[in-house]
DNA sequence: CACTATCAACCTGTATGAAAGGTTAAATTT
DNA sequence: AAATTTAACCTTTCATACAGGTTGATAGTG
């Protein structure tokens, strides 16, 4: 037996957006018939036709600006979107430790290479940053520093790909990790290898940043793993 | 990374009903309330909730349903969503590399410690079928069995969010790879790597793995540099 | 009594007119 | 010529009305 789940009209609407655009070879930056008109054209009332174009809008298919009107985005070819519920927020973690070693460590491999003398200047005021307000205990800013010192490294891994897959990540870590975790002590484990770290990216020293970076990921998987739910 | 931009009513609504989720701890086939307790719950007129809700239902938060209501959803917390474009085709696909190397070689790494002898009699399988198809000269074929190879490996690594990222790169990066670049003489390149990780794996040897595993991206990377636009 | 058809209450889906902004370029004023 | 106002054309939001789906109570029928 086939499910065949009743579409709502503004799902209908988008799919005859969406061949409108390919019949009429529209791409870049061409712009959509204004709302009225395609509402006419289409037989169909404001709302719906709003929803269609939110939902296309959602698809990174459209942006919908206003007072100017519909606009075709740049066809982005790639795309991950993925959503899957978590069941155990430990082993979760965990995995996506792993993923973030693998990304970051690419990262810090690339960075050695690569980062400009104003990469390093960026990731050291964001270390000192950091230092400081940890020395007057204010998490928060402090949480903020490290998540930006982190995002410079990413930024003189100079690979727009990695870079944003990893922040992807990286928002998802944080948002599960500040909620049942109590990070604290991490950060006093963990800052001396951000300091040796950022000197080894200075004197382009691979083999010694991917062992900080190492022992810096083991304090947090030592961290996640004392952790008992 | 901040980029402020001008919200609209119901992506700010948006976010408030999420808030309110969070704070009724609401799960699963929780039901929110009716669309006209809403509206005047949050002030505001039908189109703009209605939006909203569309924009979490599109992020797989919640679920509206016709004549019943609308209802948490049971996959929830984690979502990730990027979308990347690409102006120098040669340049992406190294890159694409450089993250399908750290991802794919995490996979492997994993593989080694966790693969089941069934997981591993699956990638024999797929490998086997990659061998006839190399030999009977089905290019197209042969494409498919590695893909169904190294997916096989993914699985073995047993962590479903690298499990995801990896397939959205690995389809991103052949889409691209199939195009601009014969892929025939790779192939044959790297064929005796793929026995010889499999060995390895087979061995649980993380330092053979690796090495293989090695070898094999360096086989692809070079076929991208020889590639002159 | 058991079964069925109907209805009422409550929900979402869609249409529509009006009002409130945003954007741009031409028209008007300085 | 430069600055300002206006007008035309957009999207955004609201309020209201009605159509249509869902469910359980109710009335009717054998």
Redesign the pocket.
């Known amino acids: 037996m086939k499910t065949v789940k009743?579409?709502?009209?503004?799902?209908?609407v988008a799919d005859e957006i969406k061949q409108y655009i390919k019949k009429e070879n529209l791409t870049s930056g061409d712009r959509?018939?204004?709302?009225?008109?395609?509402?006419s054209a289409l037989?169909?009332?404001?709302?719906?036709?709003?929803?269609a174009?939110?939902l296309l809008e959602s698809q990174d298919i459209l942006e919908?600006?206003?007072?100017?009107?519909?606009f075709i985005k740049d066809a982005k070819p790639f795309y991950i979107r993925t959503a899957f519920d978590v069941e155990n927020e430990k082993n979760f973690l965990l995995d996506a430790l792993d993923v973030r070693i693998a990304l970051e460590g690419k990262a810090v491999d690339l960075a050695v290479h690569k980062a400009t003398e104003k990469d390093i200047a960026i990731m050291q005021q964001h270390l000192t940053d950091y230092v400081r307000y940890i020395n007057e205990s204010k998490r928060e800013q402090a949480n903020r520093a490290d998540a930006r010192f982190h995002q410079a490294l990413y930024e003189a891994a100079d690979n727009q790909l990695l870079t944003s897959i990893i922040d992807s990540v990286w928002d998802t870590f944080h948002q599960f990790w500040n909620e049942p975790f109590g990070q604290d002590d991490i950060f006093d484990q963990s800052y001396p290898f951000h300091v040796s770290l950022l000197e080894a990216i200075q004197q382009r020293d691979t083999v010694a940043a991917a062992d900080s970076f190492q022992k810096m990921m083991e304090s947090v998987k030592s961290s996640i793993e004392k952790y008992q739910e």
């Open positions: 009743k579409k709502r009209l503004s799902e209908m959509l018939p204004a709302a009225t008109e395609l509402m037989g169909i009332g404001r709302s719906t036709l709003r929803e174009l939110q919908v600006l206003n007072g100017k009107g519909t």
